[in-house]
């Protein structure tokens, strides 16, 4: 059974940081791994996909890596700001049934300016 | 736009009162989920669907119900809502490739609370 495990549960930084946030999963046979950020009581929206092909996905100020053999991703985020103020989730297909998405519990990253 | 879209956003109802929570997706997708969101407990599936007419249960399809008529919509319907199916509730839909599965979109997410 698919477990994904996110480690910080919460972050605290100060504006302008260099931050990274980090996903584990237990099964590396996975297509692809997403990244989401879910702000107070909102939906889900969608940072990155990285395929399973990819070690390496970038957005803006946010770049995503993965490395299936040791089954982790990271999400690092640069120069953070108060507007990234957000839960931010990881996602791996796969799991009891077809497309489900198995999520890690969160990172709760609050940047204070 | 890409969009899924879920009606109502917020729902406070009475035990036993039969309701409907709609899904829309304008993206063509063959499948679309539903999941339910509670503290401590993350992102759990309900029920999902790989096109028209085929629906399978997810992890927590107890209480639940959904029908898949046309490609673009997945209602999820709770014919006697309980207390303990307060939460927040969320639509998801992905396209069906090769590689078993790529992005998945969300929509905004409905909190309903049953009293």
């Known amino acids: 059974k698919q477990e994904v495990t996110q480690i910080p549960a919460a972050l605290s930084v100060p504006e302008g940081e260099n931050l990274v946030l980090n996903c584990s999963f237990t099964?590396?046979?996975?297509?692809?791994l997403q990244w989401f950020r879910q702000d107070p009581g909102k939906g889900l929206t969608s940072l990155l996909l990285i395929q399973s092909s990819q070690r390496e996905q970038t957005s803006g100020r946010l770049n995503a890596s993965l490395d299936k053999s040791s089954g982790r991703s990271t999400l690092y985020i640069a120069a953070s700001q108060p507007g990234d103020s957000a839960t931010y989730l990881c996602a791996v297909p796969g799991g009891t049934s077809y497309g489900k998405l198995t999520f890690g519990q969160g990172t709760i990253l609050t940047v204070h300016p | 736009e890409a969009q899924v879209t879920q009606n109502p956003r917020y729902l406070i109802t009475v035990t036993g009162k039969k309701l409907t929570v709609t899904c829309s997706q304008n993206m063509n997708h063959e499948y679309m989920s539903w999941y339910r969101q509670d503290p401590g407990l993350g992102l759990r599936q309900i029920y999902y669907?790989?096109?028209?007419?085929?629906?399978d249960k997810g992890d927590v399809p107890e209480g639940y119900k959904v029908s898949r008529k046309e490609k673009r919509n997945f209602p999820l319907i709770l014919e006697s809502p309980s207390p303990n199916q307060t939460s927040l509730y969320f639509c998801?839909?992905?396209?069906?490739?090769?590689?078993?599965?790529?992005?998945?979109?969300f929509g905004q997410g409905t909190r309903l609370t049953v009293v």
């Open positions: 998801a839909s992905s396209s069906r490739q090769s590689t078993m599965n790529t992005e998945a979109f």
């Open positions: 099964d590396s046979a996975i297509y692809n």
């Open positions: 669907s790989m096109n028209v007419e085929v629906t």
